[in-house]
């Protein structure tokens, strides 16, 4: 039982540097989304995919982008990391209605240093 | 203020005991979850609802949307319970499953 799978597990970069995070689900579900989870703050929405071929900004997008490769694949870049953007990151994913759950990787812990 | 605020912001219980976690929200809404983060950070959804009461095992979930609020319960509490409960509701006017998170109430249960 694959479901929501997140690639790497951890990452130490230093500042300026880019890299991808990698999501992948086996759901066959329309929708993903990218949230950051900070110490205080809850989890907060970076950009989510309500369906293959589309993206949308979430609450807190500046300074990433995102790729919905194909329905199964949804990647987050950070193309120059800064320290703020040290924090662990989730992926999910859903049916594309309000009334059923999101399903969650088990998270990138990222640290910028 | 925050959309969601969940009381309390810890809870420690000692096993067995009868624990109640409380969230409050001050938006419409169109569905309501709980969610379960362990230690090591794996999120769990435990339930999704819109209305009345949901039960699974010993944990149970309320909501009154006239008072805008939900109260997750655990029964006979367990050390395995404990962890970060996690409420999170789904705004009407939103688009799709876009979440608004609360902060979190972490729970530790004693043996």
């Known amino acids: 039982n694959a479901g929501v799978t997140q690639t790497p597990k951890f990452q130490v970069l230093k500042t300026g540097q880019s890299m991808t995070l990698q999501c992948a689900q086996d759901?066959?579900?329309?929708?993903m989304y990218w949230y950051r989870q900070d110490p205080g703050m809850g989890l907060r929405l970076i950009y989510y995919?309500?369906?293959?071929?589309?993206?949308d900004k979430g609450e807190v997008p500046n300074g990433y982008n995102v790729s919905r490769l194909n329905k199964r694949e949804f990647s987050l870049r950070l193309e120059s990391a800064a320290p703020s953007q040290t924090s662990v990151y989730f992926c999910?994913?859903?049916?594309?209605?309000?009334?059923?759950?999101?399903?969650f990787g088990d998270g990138t812990r990222l640290s910028i240093l | 203020k925050n959309e969601v605020e969940q009381s309390p912001q810890n809870l420690t219980a000692q096993e067995g005991e009868f624990i109640t976690i409380n969230c409050s929200y001050s938006?419409?809404?169109?569905?309501l979850h709980w969610l379960q983060q362990h230690p090591g950070g794996g999120i769990v959804s435990l339930f999704m609802?819109?209305?009345g009461k949901k039960k699974h095992g010993r944990l149970i979930a309320t909501i009154n949307i006239q008072e805008k609020h939900s109260s997750l319960h655990i029964t006979a509490s367990h050390p395995r319970d404990s962890a970060v409960y996690i409420c999170?509701?789904?705004?009407?006017?939103?688009?799709?499953?876009?979440?608004?998170f609360g902060q979190g109430t972490i729970l530790t249960v004693h043996p």
């Open positions: 999910a994913s859903s049916e594309a209605t309000s009334y059923q759950p999101q399903h």
């Open positions: 759901m066959n579900h329309n929708s």
């Open positions: 995919s309500a369906s293959e071929g589309t993206t």
């Open positions: 938006v419409g809404i169109s569905a």
């Open positions: 609802l819109s209305s």
């Open positions: 999170a509701v789904k705004s009407g006017g939103t688009s799709y499953g876009k979440l608004t």
